[in-house]
Structure formats: structure tokens, C-alpha cells
């Protein structure tokens, strides 16, 4: 009898404590939605040269997001990229449009940021990639570069400047910017220019890529070479760079996955279903967007990297 009467306080001690959680449950506020965490979900952005704070089609754009994240959005116009890294790393922003550069620096200055997406070129060009071209085999190979006179865009050109001498000093080619071989030329197209009349043994120059990594051609130095007369058969690519991708649109990490799920999937249909919004958020690339990772801006964090090294 004492056993079967301790079983029954066992068991209405169970089902006290069972109607007691749930009690509580009911009780207690419904855990608060992501986006009430947010309020406003900012998107910074950077206004083209001489646009001041606005931005064309402000407002369909605004609409656009909200309608894809279902809550209330907010552009808010940076003055430059420093402005808009430091909103996007002090949580100010959510989420921000950059060029490659501009997101390796802000990758750099607080790691809390993430790609989601990147634009692609109609020709499915993903980004660029740095070439060393010689014509009529000037040059034999870049281990003799140092030997020839090499020509080179300004030293702020990302594709004919920044990007060759990082990515040959990541593969253990150390060239510095004030190189004796190195023939500085006024603008990219100088450069060319002292190729094609014999001023220069090879050139940096760039070229689009896709992300398997192989030239479209489309465009770029060895299309323009040609474009001016010089024959195809005459000109030679000794050597070529990691893949510089185009500027992402990136979001803090910390940002709800279901969020980043809700950009991710409204963006990479965006060009499909409503390009009129796609030509307004991407004027440049007209291929629409594709998923972004960390990795891609490999060659980004190099340059920047690089830079800063340059400066210490």
C-alpha cells in the first residue's frame, strides 16, 4: 500500500509539474521576430559622383526590399566607401553595396561582414583578372621581366597596377611600384599606347574572367590592343592573376539567417523577374547577380593588404 501510495504522489508531482510548464509557456511573450529586433532594416549605399544624397529610383528600390523582407526599409547615402565601411561596422547599416576593394576593407577593419551576392557580366564575366602581354615576343617570359621594360598603369588602377604586383608578390614575386623596369604610364590607355609603338617590351593590362577562371575577351586590354590594329597572332599572355570579383552587396554576419536567405533569393531572381529594379540597383554588369562567398575576394584582401603594408 505505502509503495502504490508513493507511485501516486510521484505521478500527480509529474502532472502538477507538466501543467505548471505549461502555465508558464502560455505565460510568456511570443519570442520577438528577427525584424523586430531590427525596426528598420538600413541599406547603405554610395551615391555616384556628383549625385549628392540621392540615388535614382530611391524609392522603388525601397519598396523592392521591403516587400522581400516584409518590414520596413531604409537607403541610407554614404558620402564614400570610408563612410559607408565604418556604418556598416558599427551596425549603423545592415547591409551595403561595394566595390571589391571596399568590402576587403571592410572585411579587414572588423571581420563582421559576409557576401551575399556579386553582379555578372551578360557574357558571364564574374570579375577581372590581371594579364602580363607582350607583342611580337619581346619578352620571353616573366622570369625575364626585369630585364625589359614593362609598361603600367597608374598606380591606383586596380586591374593594370594594384592587382598584378599583389598577386605576384602572393605567388613570390616581389615587384615594387617604383621598379626601374616598371615604365608608369599617365592612364591604362597610355600604357597600351607604349606597347603597340614598340615604347615597351610587355604590359600589364586585365582582363574579364568567368568563375571557372577563363578569359571571355569581351573586352579588356588584348581586345582593346586589337581594336587599335594590332594582330592577334602577335600578341601573347605570359601571365595571369587570381580572379578579382566584382563588388558584392554585403550584409553584417550577424544578420538573421533568415534574412540573408530572404536577400539572397530576392536578389539572384531580381534580373529575371523585374530588371527594370535590377537596372537600378546595377547599371554596370547587366547579368544579373549570383552568390558570393568570402573566398572570392581572395585577391581583394591581397591588394588591400598590400596597401596598407605600402603605407606602414
Not at 555616384?48 to 535614382?56: D, F, K, L, Q, R
Not at 587570381?242 to 539572397?264: F, I, M, Q
Request: aromatic content about 6%; some cysteine; hydrophobic content about 45%.
Amino acid at each position: 500500500m505505502a509503495r502504490r501510495g508513493k507511485t501516486a504522489a510521484r505521478q500527480a508531482l509529474k502532472i502538477c509539474a507538466a501543467a505548471l510548464a505549461a502555465y508558464c509557456t502560455a505565460s510568456w511573450p511570443a519570442r520577438a521576430d528577427w525584424r523586430d529586433d531590427i525596426g528598420t532594416f538600413r541599406i547603405g549605399i554610395v551615391a555616384e559622383p556628383g549625385g549628392g544624397n540621392t540615388v535614382p529610383g530611391l524609392a522603388r528600390l525601397t519598396d523592392a526590399y521591403a516587400n522581400a523582407l516584409g518590414m520596413k526599409v531604409e537607403f541610407v547615402v554614404a558620402r564614400d566607401y570610408a563612410a559607408l565601411i565604418e556604418a556598416q561596422a558599427s551596425g549603423r547599416v545592415q547591409y551595403a553595396i561595394y566595390s571589391a576593394l571596399a568590402y576587403a576593407t571592410a572585411s579587414e577593419r572588423c571581420g563582421c561582414v559576409e557576401p551575399l551576392v556579386a553582379p555578372v557580366d551578360a557574357d558571364g564575366a564574374v570579375g577581372i583578372r590581371s594579364i602580363l602581354v607582350t607583342r611580337d615576343g619581346r619578352l620571353p617570359d616573366l622570369a625575364a621581366i626585369a630585364s625589359h621594360r614593362i609598361a603600367i598603369a597608374p598606380a591606383e588602377n586596380v586591374g593594370g597596377a594594384l592587382l598584378p604586383l599583389a598577386a605576384l608578390s602572393a605567388e613570390g614575386v616581389k615587384i615594387a611600384q617604383d621598379s626601374p623596369f616598371l615604365a608608369r604610364a599617365a592612364s591604362a590607355t597610355a600604357a597600351e599606347t607604349m606597347l603597340s609603338g614598340g615604347e615597351a617590351d610587355a604590359l600589364f593590362g586585365w582582363e574579364p574572367a568567368d568563375a571557372e577562371g577563363r578569359s571571355t575577351r569581351s573586352e579588356g586590354t588584348v581586345a582593346r590592343l586589337e581594336a587599335v590594329g594590332i594582330p592577334e597572332a602577335s600578341l601573347r599572355v605570359l601571365w595571369t592573376s587570381g580572379l578579382l570579383r566584382y563588388g558584392p552587396h554585403a550584409v553584417r554576419s550577424d544578420l538573421d539567417p533568415e534574412a540573408k536567405r530572404r536577400l539572397t533569393v530576392f536578389l539572384t531572381n531580381l534580373k529575371s523577374q523585374t530588371p527594370d529594379v535590377y537596372d537600378l540597383l546595377e547599371a554596370t554588369h547587366s547579368g544579373g547577380f549570383g552568390p558570393a562567398a568570402q573566398k572570392d575576394y581572395a585577391m581583394a584582401v591581397a591588394i588591400v593588404r598590400q596597401e596598407t603594408a605600402g603605407q606602414e
